[in-house]
């Protein structure tokens, strides 16, 4: 379904792959172990390492419905998100991101949606001082579920003061598009981090961008 622009009261914005770019150089290091004789796509290859070991949750769900257990694989990732110990890495900033949540502060209410800890969240905010842009901040143990469960942005929606159908949730896998279908938003897939435009797709991403500053020209 097309982006219904109209409807656009607020935005929730996923960290990793979103905001961050980290994750990139990342399979950047990897992806020199990946020989292009015994691998046909090696970047490819290197990102799925990276996405599992950074985001085991997000590399389950990116095959769950092949596999027919999206209910229980959605318990797994919840899991994982509960029990794993997130290390302190260091961040990337995606190039033009800090402009363009300067040029969308004040036109929209806007809050983080992230998956990871808070203390790993707020670090990556509070190095490119961008804490000032949000209106709320929610962290993978912020709500009784995180995502793909729709409680992270139903509680984003709530502390920004707007209804759900209202938010746009802005992320790069399918478990930001199915958390926002899920609260009743709207979606965005960006294609920067570990999102592939077929899968966000077929999980029903309303609106498909390059890259995460492209949203400007969608709002604007």
Not at 73 to 92: C, E, G, H, P, Q
Request: with cysteine.
């Amino acid at each position: 379904m097309p982006l219904d622009k109209s409807r656009i009261r607020a935005l929730c914005f996923d960290v990793d792959g979103t905001l961050s770019d980290t994750d990139d150089l990342y399979v950047q290091k990897a992806e020199k172990y990946f020989p292009r004789f015994l691998f046909k796509d090696s970047h490819r290859a290197a990102r799925r390492l990276v996405m599992w070991l950074e985001a085991p949750g997000n590399a389950l769900m990116s095959f769950a419905d092949t596999l027919h257990l999206d209910d229980e694989m959605i318990a797994v990732v919840n899991w994982l998100t509960r029990n794993r110990k997130y290390s302190d890495a260091d961040f990337l900033l995606m190039r033009g991101a800090d402009e363009m949540l300067k040029r969308l502060h004040g036109r929209y209410p806007m809050a983080v949606v992230s998956a990871r800890h808070e203390k790993g969240t707020l670090r990556f905010l509070e190095r490119f001082n961008l804490v000032q842009y949000f209106d709320a901040v929610i962290s993978g143990l912020s709500a009784t579920h995180t995502k793909p469960y729709p409680d992270p942005v139903l509680l984003a929606a709530k502390r920004m003061n707007v209804a759900p159908e209202d938010c746009l949730m802005i992320g790069d896998t399918t478990v930001d598009i199915r958390a926002g279908k899920a609260a009743g938003a709207q979606t965005v897939g960006v294609l920067c981090g570990f999102g592939e435009e077929a899968e966000l797709r077929r999980f029903g991403a309303d609106e498909i961008l390059v890259h995460t500053t492209d949203l400007l020209d969608v709002l604007e």
